[in-house]
């Protein structure tokens, strides 16, 4: 069974009018993060990371990858070791 999901999400974003620039999107995620992060009471460094590795080579969209830094993150990780994605 093949899964289509990705497929249909390529197709979407092909569609949809480019509303704002990547630029724009990583100064507002940045910022949003930063905030989240704030409001947490964690003290860390959001960093966007441009030449990020991604194991998908073939896609059609680019992510937007951030690393989160600093010490004592374990309230971003959880119970048991479950991490954020």
């Known amino acids: 069974m093949e899964d289509n999901s990705s497929e249909k999400e ?34 860390a460094e959001v960093v966007y990371q441009e030449q990020a590795v991604v194991q998908e080579s073939e896609r059609a969209v680019t992510p937007i990858i951030f690393d989160v830094k600093g010490d004592d993150l374990g309230i971003l ?4 070791g ?4």
């Open 77 to 80: 990780i959880g119970r048991r």
């Open 82 to 85: 479950q991490t954020l994605a």
């Open 10 to 43: 390529n197709e979407v974003l092909k569609q949809a009018p480019e509303i704002v620039d990547t630029d724009t999107i990583i100064d507002i995620t940045h910022n949003v993060l930063e905030e989240l992060l704030y409001r947490m009471g964690v003290n």
